[in-house]
């Protein structure tokens, strides 16, 4: 049994050095960046501390999995609470939906909403959302799907197309929901994938499973950032080196495949197995064999891009909800301008306000991030439109309840700003999930005609999204300990 180097301290990276040392692996992780996390990162600025990846957290068995694969439980090292609500949607008429754990909770929230009939619809749909999930989630979602043979299921695939899932998504929930309110709760969740909900297919109404049913939850120590933060400590117990402040520049190979890593500090880690887990579109641009090259990624799309404005506030909010969903008056146009390259022209926005990360500003304040969806740099060019959207969003953020901002501390990311942390066409969340870029069409999980070259994280199957990540993790692993088995 070689060595094993992965690149990358991201969940992906993370998820597979904890699995690989634990089943005694000689696992050394190098890491550019001077802590774990990779996406799911965090920043200070004064006494404030923000979490800078992502804010909501679903499907936390998946995280418990790559702790209990490393003889740990997730309780002891990081604890976890369900927020309540999961989210609050907040419409342009001044009507709001709150999404609460429970069918009988959330049939009364819709109720109230919409009605008593469109509530009995709701539980209609509610139970045709776990029919999907159950469909997809073993045969497709947590399995290794860049493997041709994987996706040839066809009883699965009859079954998913019975339920609707390769109808678009916006149709599907059409055909049960009748308020728009209630559609947009169960649709906005195609941004995830980078899509629209008229291009996004049926199948991923399972994220709207995911976080409307299954429920989102939040550390209850230290945010998001925890969450890398124990899966480095517990790949060190188990076993594996974390270097951070170096970085990997090239993956050398020889004549039965991978050879080692050559570091910017001249150093040379040896390897039989490689595991890359940082952006993939980068890392064919010089890190990576040429053996390595993928088709898939000959003509990328990507998902948009976002731009982040992080508040540290001199006071609390009495009553705001830990996410809120914030919709403009327009719809359907504001993908449409994405697609086109624009900013929206009435933008929905994403306020999370983590009161309960004590830690994260001092007493008596608060800490309060905004995202608002813009295009990416392949869509759009982005000279001099920063300050003209962060002047707008400011005042959006007054017309809404949250006061005069511009004088508050804030620490901003757009477009070319994640370009510059190395994320591919300035975008955080990677290609979309178009079906050219969905299962076997995604980026491989190994490198085909490199043997021991493997990739994990938002690049490959299963895709984007925090136990998505998780999960190309542990198949990463599992191909390593499959084949040296």
Same mark, same amino acid.
Request: net charge positive.
């Given at each position: 049994?070689?060595?094993?180097?992965?690149?990358?301290?991201?969940?992906?990276?993370?998820?597979?050095?904890?699995?690989?040392?634990?089943?005694?692996?000689?696992?050394?992780?190098?890491?550019?960046?001077?802590?774990?996390?990779? /996406? /799911?990162?965090?920043?200070?600025?004064?006494?404030?501390?923000?979490?800078?990846?992502?804010?909501?957290?679903?499907?936390?068995?998946?995280?418990?999995?790559?702790?209990?694969?490393?003889?740990? %439980?997730?309780?002891?090292?990081?604890?976890?609470?369900?927020?309540?609500?999961?989210?609050? +949607?907040?419409?342009?008429?001044?009507?709001?939906?709150?999404?609460?754990?429970?069918?009988?909770?959330?049939?009364?929230?819709?109720?109230?909403?919409?009605?008593?009939?469109?509530?009995?619809?709701?539980?209609?749909?509610?139970?045709?959302?776990?029919?999907?999930?159950?469909?997809?989630?073993?045969?497709?979602?947590?399995? %290794?799907?860049?493997?041709?043979?994987?996706?040839?299921?066809?009883?699965?695939?009859?079954?998913?197309?019975?339920?609707?899932?390769?109808?678009?998504?916006?149709?599907?929930?059409?055909?049960?929901?009748?308020?728009?309110?209630?559609?947009?709760? @169960?649709?906005?969740?195609?941004?995830?994938?980078?899509?629209?909900?008229?291009?996004?297919?049926?199948?991923?109404?399972?994220?709207?499973?995911?976080?409307?049913?299954?429920?989102?939850?939040?550390?209850? @120590?230290?945010?998001?950032?925890?969450?890398?933060?124990?899966?480095?400590?517990?790949?060190?117990?188990?076993?594996?080196?974390?270097?951070?402040?170096?970085?990997?520049?090239?993956?050398?190979?020889?004549?039965?495949?991978?050879?080692?890593?050559?570091?910017?500090?001249?150093?040379?880690?040896?390897?039989?197995?490689?595991?890359?887990? /940082?952006?993939?579109? %980068?890392?064919?641009?010089?890190?990576?064999?040429?053996?390595?090259?993928?088709?898939?990624?000959?003509?990328?799309?990507?998902?948009?891009? /976002? +731009?982040?404005? @992080?508040?540290?506030?001199?006071?609390?909010?009495?009553?705001?909800?830990?996410?809120?969903?914030?919709?403009?008056?327009?719809?359907?146009?504001?993908?449409?301008?994405?697609?086109?390259?624009?900013?929206?022209?009435?933008?929905?926005?994403?306020?999370?306000?983590?009161?309960?990360?004590?830690?994260?500003?001092?007493?008596?304040?608060?800490?309060?991030?905004?995202?608002?969806?813009?295009?990416?740099?392949?869509?759009?060019?982005? %000279?001099?439109?920063?300050?003209?959207?962060?002047?707008?969003?400011?005042?959006?953020?007054?017309?809404?309840?949250?006061?005069?901002?511009?004088?508050?501390?804030?620490?901003?990311?757009?477009?070319?700003?994640?370009?510059?942390?190395?994320?591919?066409?300035?975008?955080?969340?990677?290609?979309?999930?178009?079906?050219?870029?969905?299962?076997?069409?995604?980026?491989?999980?190994?490198?085909?005609?490199?043997?021991?070259?493997?990739?994990?994280?938002?690049?490959?199957?299963?895709?984007?999204?925090?136990?998505?990540?998780?999960?190309?993790?542990?198949?990463?692993?599992?191909?390593?300990?499959?084949?040296?088995?």
């Amino acid at each position: 049994m070689g060595p094993t180097v992965v690149i990358g301290a991201g969940l992906g990276g993370l998820a597979a050095a904890m699995r690989l040392a634990a089943a005694g692996r000689d696992v050394t992780v190098v890491e550019a960046r001077d802590v774990p996390g990779g /996406c /799911c990162g965090t920043a200070r600025l004064g006494e404030y501390r923000f979490d800078t990846g992502p804010s909501v957290l679903t499907m936390p068995g998946v995280l418990a999995d790559a702790f209990a694969a490393a003889g740990e %439980d997730l309780e002891s090292w990081l604890p976890l609470r369900r927020l309540d609500p999961y989210y609050r +949607l907040r419409y342009h008429d001044g009507s709001h939906l709150d999404v609460v754990a429970g069918e009988d909770a959330m049939a009364e929230e819709v109720r109230r909403l919409c009605g008593a009939a469109e509530a009995g619809r709701y539980r209609r749909f509610r139970a045709r959302l776990a029919e999907l999930f159950a469909a997809e989630w073993d045969a497709f979602i947590d399995r %290794d799907m860049t493997r041709l043979r994987n996706l040839a299921r066809p009883a699965a695939l009859t079954r998913l197309a019975a339920l609707g899932g390769f109808r678009r998504l916006d149709r599907l929930v059409a055909g049960h929901l009748t308020d728009p309110r209630l559609i947009r709760a @169960h649709t906005f969740q195609a941004l995830y994938v980078g899509l629209s909900p008229r291009q996004a297919l049926g199948i991923y109404a399972v994220i709207a499973h995911m976080d409307t049913v299954g429920g989102v939850y939040f550390p209850r @120590h230290g945010g998001m950032h925890a969450i890398p933060q124990a899966m480095a400590a517990v790949a060190e117990k188990a076993g594996a080196r974390l270097r951070y402040g170096v970085r990997a520049v090239r993956v050398e190979t020889g004549s039965s495949g991978v050879s080692g890593v050559l570091l910017d500090t001249g150093e040379r880690l040896a390897a039989r197995d490689v595991v890359v887990a /940082c952006d993939l579109p %980068d890392a064919h641009a010089g890190l990576l064999p040429r053996g390595a090259g993928d088709w898939r990624l000959r003509r990328p799309r990507y998902s948009p891009s /976002c +731009l982040v404005l @992080h508040f540290g506030l001199d006071r609390r909010l009495p009553g705001q909800a830990h996410h809120t969903l914030h919709f403009g008056r327009e719809w359907h146009s504001s993908f449409a301008d994405l697609a086109r390259g624009r900013p929206q022209g009435d933008p929905n926005l994403l306020v999370t306000y983590p009161e309960s990360d004590s830690g994260a500003a001092p007493a008596g304040h608060a800490t309060l991030t905004v995202l608002e969806p813009a295009p990416n740099l392949q869509r759009a060019r982005w %000279d001099g439109l920063t300050p003209r959207l962060e002047e707008r969003l400011l005042g959006r953020l007054a017309d809404l309840g949250y006061g005069d901002l511009s004088g508050a501390p804030r620490l901003g990311f757009d477009p070319p700003g994640w370009a510059g942390l190395g994320h591919s066409a300035g975008t955080p969340f990677a290609l979309d999930h178009r079906f050219r870029q969905t299962a076997w069409f995604r980026p491989a999980g190994a490198a085909r005609r490199v043997p021991g070259l493997h990739f994990a994280g938002m690049y490959t199957a299963p895709g984007v999204g925090v136990p998505p990540v998780l999960i190309s993790g542990r198949l990463a692993a599992e191909r390593i300990l499959e084949a040296r088995r």
